[in-house]
């Protein structure tokens, strides 16, 4: 028979909305539910049901393995071959230890459903902001990433049209007006595999497509190391490790999947698992996109849109467009629900066990997001730097940072001497990187801007 203890900590089958009611809402105090790490596994790290490795390595990576990707050919071609391979492996080796930080946190603190129930059991108050701060404003900024994807991803299907950026971006809005009335994110949720697989119909495309493109005209030779005439190209080279980041990025989510498996203190090997697929599929992306396409082609834009424009280039950006709304849709509902909840928490109201805003109020605060992330689409149409600016906001705090202080609080005593001291030089290495990609995407932005 399981023990109460048991019992508590395996997770029910809520529904996401739930999962982000809390996380946008009062959680509960985690802090009166932290276990002695020691503990027996059976104790606390194993559930009587649950998902098993494999299934939670194939959920994980049908979440984190996206966008980022589309980078990668840019990120070699502005770092060149060593800097670039270098960066991919240690992000994967760095998100192999954010599994172990969370699997500790989790087994630490029984209770937790959502990221700040760590932040909680660790620093209270503060550490619940330490993690608002930084999810909150990824959130606010993700819509932006996949309107703009959207955007290209339209442009390429209908190249023979040649729709300009403006017009695309309309399309977008008018596609993600009616869609962004739908307030139950268990509906939208429901289609999710719809995005997913055309996400991986679009790589797959474009994996053969790279394979089979001759050199491009004007082909510029692939370099070992990247090349600096001076100290206004630094932003760029920051630019590609921070997008590289972000491609690695998704542990805002993790503790979803984490506390739904059978044997919690597993979920390492499940991380290991998505990142060995990831850096394989990040490596050759980035290897034969960079050998093929050289270091001469707009780097500001996905790979999508920097192929040979054909009936299969199109295809390609027909299961990227059908990612990126889906994600868009998802993202928006959360964007919607949070900003209500910010800045009018009592036009809330409870319907079904989920908190519900009236539709007045979610129609023009989902307006707001679309235009918004339209304005900024069409004024700063850089996808490079609109992914590295978010992966250094958020990313490296949710992967890294944060983790590493809440299991130091916790549970600093009790951690091999190596990996306490690895803890101390994580957390303001990470957070210095962070100030340093945010300032550098904006440096990068305004060269942008100057050269356009």
């Known amino acids: 028979m399981p023990t109460k203890e048991q019992r508590e900590a395996t997770p029910d089958d809520k529904s996401l909305s739930q999962s982000r009611e809390r996380l946008l809402g009062d959680s509960s105090r985690a802090d009166e539910d932290v276990q002695d790490v020691e503990a027996p596994p059976e104790q606390n790290a194993t559930s009587a049901a649950g998902v098993s490795v494999v299934l939670t390595t194939a959920i994980m990576l049908g979440d984190m393995l996206g966008l980022g990707s589309l980078t990668l050919p840019s990120v070699f071609a502005r770092l060149g071959w060593i800097p670039a391979i270098l960066v991919v492996l240690l992000c994967g080796l760095g998100t192999v230890w954010a599994g172990r930080l969370f699997a500790l946190l989790a087994v630490k603190v029984t209770r937790a459903r959502v990221f700040d129930d760590f932040g909680g059991a660790a620093l209270g108050n503060w550490g619940r902001r330490a993690v608002y701060v930084t999810v909150y404003a990824t959130i606010l900024a993700e819509p932006i990433i996949f ?55 679009a790589l797959g495309v474009i994996a053969v497509k790279l394979c089979i493109t001759p050199k491009v005209a004007g082909y510029a030779h692939t370099r070992l190391f990247p090349q600096l005439h001076s100290f206004g190209d630094v932003p760029e080279l920051l630019v590609a490790v921070f997008d590289t980041v972000f491609t690695f990025g998704g542990q805002v989510n993790w503790l979803r999947y984490l506390m739904s498996m059978q044997q919690k203190r597993k979920f390492p090997l499940a991380v290991a698992n998505v990142s060995a697929v990831m850096e394989v599929a990040y490596l050759m992306i980035g290897c034969v996109g960079y050998y093929r396409l050289g270091s001469d082609f707009d780097k500001s834009k996905p790979v999508t849109s920097v192929l040979p424009q054909d009936i299969w280039t199109s295809l390609a950006n027909v299961g990227l467009l059908a990612h990126c709304i889906i994600a868009y849709m998802i993202n928006l509902n959360v964007w919607t629900h949070l900003v209500l909840h910010l800045i009018a928490p009592s036009k809330q109201r409870e319907e079904d066990g989920e908190e519900k805003s009236s539709r007045p109020a979610w129609a023009v605060t989902s307006v707001i997001g679309i235009a918004l992330s339209c304005v900024v689409s069409v004024t700063v149409p850089f996808f490079d730097i609109i992914v590295a600016a978010i992966g250094a906001l958020g990313d490296l705090a949710a992967a890294y940072a944060l983790p590493a202080l809440f299991v130091l609080v916790l549970m600093g005593s009790q951690l091999p001497r190596w990996e306490r001291m690895l803890c101390y030089v994580v957390i303001p290495v990470t957070l210095l990187l962070s100030v340093v990609g945010v300032g550098s995407s904006v440096a990068a932005l305004v060269r942008q801007v100057r050269q356009r």
């Open 147 to 201: 309107h703009l994807t959207s955007m290209e991803a339209l442009q390429q299907i209908f190249y023979s049209a040649g729709l300009t950026q403006k017009f695309a971006a309309l399309l977008v809005t008018a596609v993600m007006v009616p869609l962004a009335q739908i307030q139950g994110i268990e509906e939208v949720s429901a289609i999710s595999v719809i995005g997913t697989i055309g996400m991986a119909w």
